[in-house]
């Protein structure tokens, strides 16, 4: 079983939907969760980086986090045409600089439809 | 935050050749490290890049088929030795600004073993 697991997709919607994407995880140590968006031919760009549970929205982003449950979730709100990207959920046990490994999903295509 | 450039952007090599990666940041980070991101798989840390003393390897990455450098607090170099066409991947440079911050990544070197 992978430490982090996320649907492939590829998942296509219509422009202006709300997209939901999601991760879990096996690793009741992870402590910090980030979501990536990567473009074709480009690097991850950070989109969302939280600690705790809950809640954390930035513009049309929102980050919820229940490590309860141990599942993250990625809501994008209005979707763009430009949101086509595939998006990579991360997270890491601790994060002090010294010792910031990250572990991956595989990644999930998002196609957002004009 | 910093701006990472990264270089060469892709690369055709034949077998049994080596490649160096350039990983440059524009200002002074803690930490930076390599990642490889292989087709319809997740991001896998290779290694964490010290300055001044040897680079940490994950398992199953070895000093050998992957000599890295990192002279000082803003450059890194990744060496991929005696290629096969199993080395055919994208590698990625990261960086961290200081402690509890997020990585942030270059755009990759798409590189492609004949």
């Known amino acids: 079983q992978k430490e982090v697991e996320q649907d492939p997709g590829p998942l296509s919607v219509p422009e202006g939907a709300i997209v939901s994407l999601n991760c879990t995880y096996s690793n009741s140590a992870f402590q910090y969760f980030m979501w990536y968006r990567q473009y074709s031919r480009k690097g991850p760009e950070l989109l969302m980086y939280t600690y705790s549970s809950g809640n954390k929205e930035d513009g049309r982003f929102t980050a919820q986090v229940d490590k309860s449950s141990k599942y993250i979730s990625l809501f994008i709100r209005d979707s763009q045409p430009s949101d086509s990207a595939t998006y990579l959920c991360?997270?890491?046990?601790?994060?002090?600089?010294?010792?910031?490994?990250?572990?991956f999903g595989t990644g999930t295509r998002l196609q957002v439809t004009l | 935050s910093a701006v990472i450039s990264q270089k060469p952007s892709r690369d055709i090599c034949q077998r049994g050749t080596s490649l160096t990666i350039q990983c440059q940041v524009d200002?002074?980070?803690?930490?930076m490290f390599w990642y490889r991101q292989q087709p319809g798989q997740s991001l896998t840390l290779i290694a964490t890049a010290n300055q001044g003393s040897e680079a940490t390897y994950e398992s199953g990455f070895v000093i050998d088929k992957f000599p890295i450098s990192r002279p000082n607090l803003t450059f890194s170099t990744l060496t991929v030795s005696n290629m096969s066409p199993e080395d055919s991947s994208i590698y990625l440079c990261?960086?961290?600004?200081?402690?509890?911050?997020?990585?942030?990544f270059g755009d990759g070197t798409r590189l492609s073993i004949l």
């Open positions: 200002s002074q980070v803690t930490m």
């Open positions: 991360a997270m890491s046990t601790i994060n002090t600089g010294t010792a910031s490994k990250l572990t």
């Open positions: 990261s960086f961290v600004e200081g402690s509890n911050q997020p990585q942030h």
